[in-house]
């Protein structure tokens, strides 16, 4: 087989093998692109538009990640459970109160220094617990009991997060540098996040390690 051909193919199944993007993953982004246009042809101001659309994506990205914490029942509200429900409504304190800091200040670029922040603060999270182990990594990289993954896999993952993130504080902050129009950052926005779930997954597959150790083998 030629090279030309070899690489065809290769390409080819490593594009079939791609996971499909969920419709949760999909939300915030088409949150922000219909906001900013309905905004938009409502007469309202660009920058204005553009940041209540933003806050619009971010305040129901918060809440997809913070509902199943509070949607624990009981459960958290005893323990651990309590911790971290205390600390979540902490968290979400703080973040309301940017929220509306951002609405204050009606500045695009405030809006995405925060983008930024919030980003670069993920990805040294995720840098942080790459070099955890067993049981400390289940909160950042959590995997089935039925299928358990090596902490190799599970460390390459969370290293794999922290360089997404940094990719969207690069882009993010190169429609800036750009001066791009708001419109065209509203576009560039809503699709970054398809276009790192595909890269992720190809990340994935052609850089992770073996899922399960070689016999007589473990981790070091």
């Not at 289940?138 to 299928?147: F, I, K």
Request: charged share 15%.
């Amino acid at each position: 087989m030629d090279p030309i051909t070899r690489l065809s193919l290769s390409l080819w199944y490593l594009l079939k093998s791609l996971p499909p993007i969920t419709a949760d993953k999909l939300l915030a982004p088409a949150v922000f692109l219909c906001a900013w246009t309905v905004l938009s042809s409502a007469a309202l101001p660009a920058p204005q538009a553009f940041v209540i659309a933003a806050v619009l994506a971010q305040g129901l990205h918060l809440f997809k990640i913070l509902a199943p914490v509070y949607g624990g029942g009981a459960r958290s509200r005893t323990g651990a459970g309590a911790q971290l429900s205390s600390l979540s409504l902490r968290s979400l304190a703080l973040v309301l109160a940017f929220f509306t800091l951002e609405v204050v200040m009606q500045s695009p670029r405030f809006v995405q220094g925060t983008v930024s922040f919030y980003a670069g603060v993920y990805a040294f999270v995720m840098l942080r617990a790459s070099l955890r182990r067993g049981e400390e990594l289940d909160p950042y990289c959590p995997q089935s009991r039925r299928y358990p993954l090596r902490d190799a896999v599970r460390q390459h993952v969370c290293k794999l997060y922290a360089l997404c993130a940094l990719m969207v504080v690069v882009v993010n902050e190169a429609t800036v540098a750009a001066q791009m129009p708001l419109g065209h950052r509203v576009v560039v926005l809503a699709l970054l996040p398809m276009a790192l779930h595909y890269v992720l997954a190809v990340m994935l597959d052609l850089t992770c390690p073996p899922v399960e150790a070689e016999d007589g083998q473990t981790d070091p």
